[in-house]
C-alpha cells in the first residue's frame, strides 16, 4: 500500500494506492528519483530540482512519482495495474526494495 499525507494528496492529486502483489513485476533501487521521473507530468506537482509528486505519463504508460532531492527512490514496474511503474522516494530504499523484492513472481 502506499500511502501520502493530506499535503501531499493535495498538492500532487494523489491517492493511497493498494497494489496486489502479483501485479509487482520487478523492483530496483534508483540513486536519484528526480532524475528517473520522465514524461509529462499529468497531474501532479513538479518542482524543478526539489520534489516531484503525482502522475507522469510517458511512452511506457503512467508512472506514480512521489520523489524529493537528494533522496534514493524505489523504482516498482507493475503488470495488470492502474500504474505501468511506481516510483517512490525512501531514505532507506534498499530495505524497502529487498522487501518488495519477495513479492515478485508471486
Same mark, same amino acid.
Given at each position: 500500500?502506499?500511502?501520502?499525507?493530506?499535503?501531499?494528496?493535495?498538492?500532487?492529486?494523489?491517492?493511497?494506492?493498494?497494489?496486489?502483489? =502479483?501485479?509487482?513485476? =520487478?523492483?530496483?533501487?534508483?540513486?536519484?528519483?528526480?532524475?528517473?521521473?520522465?514524461?509529462?507530468? &499529468?497531474?501532479?506537482?513538479?518542482?524543478?530540482?526539489?520534489?516531484?509528486?503525482?502522475?507522469?505519463?510517458?511512452?511506457?504508460?503512467?508512472?506514480?512519482? =512521489?520523489?524529493?532531492?537528494?533522496?534514493? &527512490?524505489?523504482?516498482?514496474?507493475?503488470?495488470?495495474? +492502474?500504474?505501468? +511503474?511506481?516510483?517512490?522516494?525512501?531514505?532507506?530504499? &534498499?530495505?524497502?526494495?529487498?522487501?518488495?523484492? +519477495?513479492?515478485?513472481?508471486?
Amino acid at each position: 500500500m502506499v500511502r501520502f499525507t493530506t499535503g501531499e494528496k493535495i498538492l500532487g492529486l494523489v491517492r493511497n494506492l493498494r497494489i496486489p502483489a =502479483s501485479a509487482v513485476a =520487478s523492483v530496483a533501487v534508483v540513486g536519484d528519483g528526480l532524475a528517473a521521473a520522465h514524461g509529462l507530468r &499529468a497531474p501532479g506537482l513538479g518542482l524543478p530540482g526539489f520534489r516531484k509528486l503525482g502522475t507522469w505519463r510517458g511512452r511506457t504508460g503512467k508512472t506514480l512519482v =512521489s520523489v524529493r532531492r537528494h533522496q534514493p &527512490a524505489v523504482q516498482v514496474h507493475l503488470t495488470g495495474a +492502474t500504474f505501468a +511503474t511506481l516510483l517512490i522516494g525512501d531514505d532507506d530504499a &534498499a530495505a524497502l526494495a529487498a522487501e518488495l523484492g +519477495t513479492l515478485v513472481g508471486r
